[in-house]
């Protein structure tokens, strides 16, 4: 039904900067929240930044400063822009949707496949 493809991932030294971006495609009706969350090995998922329809947005204090998530409603798109990358960083980097569809009435979470960060020191 949905579908979220992310890109922009790689390898880049500390102190560079990528950004990623991730699109919402299929039976959308409306996306809420859109969000990234990253995963290192050895460790649980969790959030780095989230974005609410209205555009407020949240940070995990380890990034606060360093990356800036935006949206473009009308691409149904996210990006992450993320600067002075440290080693700490790397991770799977997940994009996230809060999305209702044209045949549900209420949202449901998608998940992106996963992009690689790598952030060599």
């Known amino acids: 039904q949905v579908q979220l493809v992310e890109s922009g991932g790689g390898l880049v030294q500390a102190g560079g900067s990528l950004r990623l971006s991730c699109t919402a495609s299929g039976s959308i009706f409306s996306i809420n929240a859109m969000g990234w969350y990253r995963q290192a090995p050895g460790k649980q998922r969790e959030l780095v930044a989230r974005?609410?329809?209205?555009?407020?947005?949240r940070y995990a204090d380890s990034v606060k400063g360093r990356f800036t998530i935006s949206r473009d409603n009308a691409k149904n798109t996210v990006y992450l822009q993320m600067d002075s990358l440290k080693p700490e960083d790397t991770a799977v980097y997940y994009c996230n949707a809060d999305v209702v569809t044209v045949i549900s009435s209420w949202p449901y979470d998608y998940w992106g496949q996963g992009t690689q960060v790598t952030v060599s020191s």
């Open positions: 974005i609410a329809s209205g555009a407020s947005t």
